[in-house]
């Protein structure tokens, strides 16, 4: 089988290798200009090509231009970035299908996007136990006494992603282009855990959002 377009042998285990994860994995069309959405370290940048002309935007962390992404639209002319990203960061905003259409408003023809699986962490605390930072089972997922300053506002599927990504990006003139689920490959261990899965769940139950990793997406606009 053919490797897909965008493809990479490095394997991250940190949000500090996830940039050049990400660098390595579509250096083709992380060119021209710019724009990260929920940038964080704004890690990135340190791979791009000089001429590049990057912005990385978002509250906290170390971004280039503080926005709050639950105020109002995205501060940027329509078509005005070559590739927009916006990774593991929609899952925390209330206002989800606003910031989603303002990506695809803004971008001129690509938009990389990446959405965690909440199903898998569910399962990992059925099998592992309490989250190892927290007293609490799951970190993103839980009522605390007081408000947590980090928490995931969506509860969802890989198959509800995916097809949020294609319908509503369709809606705003955008074409996936290619579609990734982490940890997709079954080995001999996936394969009869998904064999018990299927035994022990409900038959509605689609068990790939029990085990498969984040949802990853790029978005051509037509």
Sequence with gaps: MSKARFFTD???TSREDKPE???RRY??????????VGADQCGLKKFLPPRTKYIGIGLG??????????????PYQDNSFDCVLC???LEHLDNIYEVFDELC???????IISLPNPWVSFMGMLRGGYYKHTELPMKFYNLPTDPPEDRHKWFYGVHEAERFLKERGGRNGM???QLDREHASLNLKRRLYRMILKLIVHKDVNVDSLWSGNVWAVLAKR
Excluded: P
Excluded at 27 to 36: A, H, K, S, T, V
Excluded at 105 to 111: A, K, M, N, S, W
């Design 27 to 36: 250096r083709e069309i992380l060119q021209g200009e710019i724009l990260d």
């Design 87 to 89: 990774l593991d960061t």
């Design 175 to 177: 074409e996936v282009v």
């Design 10 to 12: 490095f394997k991250y």
């Design 61 to 74: 962390g170390a971004v280039d231009v503080e926005i709050d992404l639950e105020k109002g639209k995205l």
């Design 21 to 23: 994860y990400v660098w």
């Design 105 to 111: 408003r803004v971008t001129r023809e690509y938009l």
